[in-house]
């Protein structure tokens, strides 16, 4: 500030200048402000000093204590100590806002992941051969990545009569699964595991398989008769694989598929 206003005391109207250089007032808040501000000079000289100051109020208001006086030091112009302390303030509001608002979108994102499909887009980074990058829609179920890969081996085990279908993806990664799972019954905790062509076994996925079991014609339940869908991925490239084993959490092997 300069002239005779630094000595001058501020209403308390006047101090809503700080939010508007800040941007968190609403609509009809700014409206208001605006209004005021074309009849007021000291509104006016203080919205010029207070230009630019967001980030530097956004730092101080992520710093553990006040911290406030030395801003002004920083400053080619100095706004009062008491401004400046409402302005960390409504500047930390403000941020804490944000970081609820975030927390709710990434509680609201998991809840709909965990309760039902989903389509999300993404950039494909060549996985799939081609060299330029292009939008691709992912996969929304693990039933629905398993039919997306052509390339798939099956087996069953005539002992403990569970079938299993790998489905395969080769990427710049390793390789991308997807398993289908019949006629396995629980309640069991089972991995999906690739053997590597040097004998190196790898785990793929994990999943729990509850009482009625899984891909049983005469189940108890409507999702018992379904077959049970699993994604995974594994570092070796498809062709370093040798097979795969279905394994429960005992290391009994309830079905072998060759790669």
């Known amino acids: ?20 250089a800040l941007g ?8 208001a402000f605006e209004a005021h501000l074309a009849t007021c000079e000291w509104c006016a000289q203080q919205l010029d000093e207070l230009a630019g100051m967001e980030p530097m109020l956004a730092a101080l208001a992520d710093l553990p204590g006040s911290g406030t ?5 920083s400053l080619s112009a100095k706004p009062s100590p008491r401004i400046v302390n409402k ?20 509680a ?39 039919d997306s890969m052509s390339d798939k081996v099956s087996a069953t085990d005539s002992a403990t009569g569970v079938s299993a279908t790998v489905a395969m993806q080769e990427k710049n990664w390793g390789t991308s699964l997807g398993l289908e799972l019949k006629g396995v019954k ?40 379904q077959p049970l869908y699993i994604g995974g991925a594994v570092a070796p490239a498809q062709n ?14 309830l079905v072998q598929v060759a790669a």
């Open 240 to 253: 370093d694989i040798d097979h795969f084993e279905v394994v429960d959490s005992d290391g009994n092997k």
């Open 108 to 146: 609201a994102a998991g809840a709909l992941i965990i309760g039902g499909p989903f389509v999300a887009m993404a950039a494909s980074g060549g996985d799939s051969g081609g060299g330029a990058k292009q939008n691709q829609v992912l996969a929304a179920t693990p039933k629905e990545l398993f």
């Open 186 to 225: 629980g309640p069991l905790k089972c991995s999906l595991i690739a053997v590597g062509t040097n004998g190196e076994r790898w785990t793929a996925s994990t999943w729990s398989v509850g009482k009625w079991g899984y891909g049983i014609p005469n189940g108890k339940t409507p999702e018992s008769k």
């Open 24 to 31: 968190i007032l609403d609509d009809a808040e700014a409206t």
């Open 69 to 73: 006086p030395a801003i002004g030091e």
């Open 87 to 106: 302005l960390v303030d409504e500047v930390a509001e403000r941020r804490a806002q944000k970081r609820r608002r975030s927390f709710y979108m990434v």
């Open 1 to 20: 500030m300069s002239g005779s206003m630094m000595g001058s005391p501020v209403p308390n109207e006047h101090e809503t200048v700080g939010a508007y």
